[in-house]
């Protein structure tokens, strides 16, 4: 029996590169500059060209993402202006100090390390004032059965695949041993046969049925039910 186990969160991997449209609001400006409108012909023809300027001028301003790497479950609620503006001086300045360990160079990066740090503490808190209210509101009860489903969403392979014990009743934690328990599980599903006792048999009937007469299905009726009725 061949068992497929769930691909793991962990080695998830983005798809093909794909344009950050998301920067759009910041580099509109640029892209727009960057767009050439084609000559009028037909009206395929200069949609299709339409297209492509649009689309090289995006890719060109706004860069595209790296195909086939590691996905990374970010917080997006997280990713505020001042918080991305600081953790990107953070590493900026962390790759400072790598190329030149002086000691400025590591004050400064313990430094902006500590004000990202601040940053994220009050974007958390104040993300999480908000759910609060949220479920003070009139649809609060609506919103907790969101949160909960996403939450068992995120868990639904855990719990369904790897939480699974052995014959000790130990938690399996190597991915190839809870494969191979699943395995002998469904290989003892419905394999073996099992004492059972006889089916009864009743005597044959020879002949014709007897037909129920009208007279019998009166005085059954008037005891209230009728023997021979399904």
């Excluded at 590169?17 to 640029?30: P, Q, T």
């Excluded at 940053?119 to 993300?127: I, L």
């Excluded at 059965?145 to 000790?168: C, P, W």
Aim: with cysteine.
């Amino acid at each position: 029996m061949k068992i497929t186990p769930p691909n793991q969160k962990r080695s998830e991997r983005c798809g093909s590169a794909r344009i950050r449209w998301w920067r759009l609001r910041e580099e509109e400006a640029a892209v727009t500059a960057l767009i050439q409108l084609p000559p009028s012909t037909s009206v395929d023809d200069t949609w299709q060209r339409t297209t492509d300027s649009i689309l090289a001028a995006a890719r060109s301003e706004l860069s595209t993402t790296k195909p086939e790497r590691r996905k990374i479950d970010r917080n997006t609620w997280l990713l505020t202006e001042e918080v991305r503006t600081k953790v990107r001086g953070k590493k900026r300045l962390h790759h400072l100090f790598l190329d030149n360990k002086t000691e400025d160079n590591w004050r400064s990066y313990r430094e902006a390390k500590r004000t990202a740090k601040k940053a994220v503490a009050a974007t958390k808190a104040a993300h999480h004032d908000e759910v609060c209210k949220k479920l003070d509101s009139k649809d609060g009860e609506r919103f907790i059965y969101r949160l909960a489903k996403s939450r068992h969403n995120r868990a639904d392979d855990i719990e369904k695949f790897h939480g699974v014990n052995d014959e000790q009743g130990l938690l399996l934690m190597d991915r190839k041993m809870v494969v191979q328990r699943w395995r002998d599980c469904f290989e003892k599903v419905s394999t073996k046969e099992f004492a059972h006792p006889p089916v009864p048999e009743v005597p044959p009937t020879f002949g014709l049925v007897q037909l129920i007469t009208i007279e019998e299905t009166l005085s059954a009726l008037k005891a209230g039910k009728a023997k021979w009725s399904r």
